[in-house]
């Protein structure tokens, strides 16, 4: 009677421990995830104050040429050249499915003229 108290303490203590570890680890990768955010608003690179990784003095400065090149060519113009285009595109899928659905069953694309 005595082993199964033991057990059950035991188990409790690892069950209370492996809690207090999950959120600790998840309230770290909030942390981590917040800080990211935070340095791509910046206009940093994501990890460049968050990495947990030590880095020597030559690295620490250079950047990521694919993050460097993405944020150059995100200017407003071209989002708002993006955006005009996808209006555009949505605008054509629209009269195509209208045509479809004006068009009587049983007819071929080829018969079917307006």
Excluded: C
């Amino acid at each position: 009677m005595e082993a199964i108290w033991i057990l059950s303490v035991i188990f409790t203590f690892i069950i209370i421990i492996s809690t207090i570890d999950h959120r600790y680890n998840l309230r770290k990768k909030k942390i981590d995830a917040a800080l990211r955010m935070r340095e791509m608003e910046m206009g940093l690179p994501p990890g460049t104050y968050s990495s947990t990784k030590i880095k020597s003095g030559k690295n620490r400065n250079t950047v990521d040429p694919s993050f460097t090149e993405w944020k150059q060519t995100s200017n407003r113009t071209e989002l708002k050249k993006g955006i005009d285009d996808l209006q555009q595109r949505l605008a054509n899928l629209e009269t195509i499915m209208n045509n479809r659905k004006a068009k009587p069953e049983g007819m071929q694309d080829k018969e079917w003229k307006e």
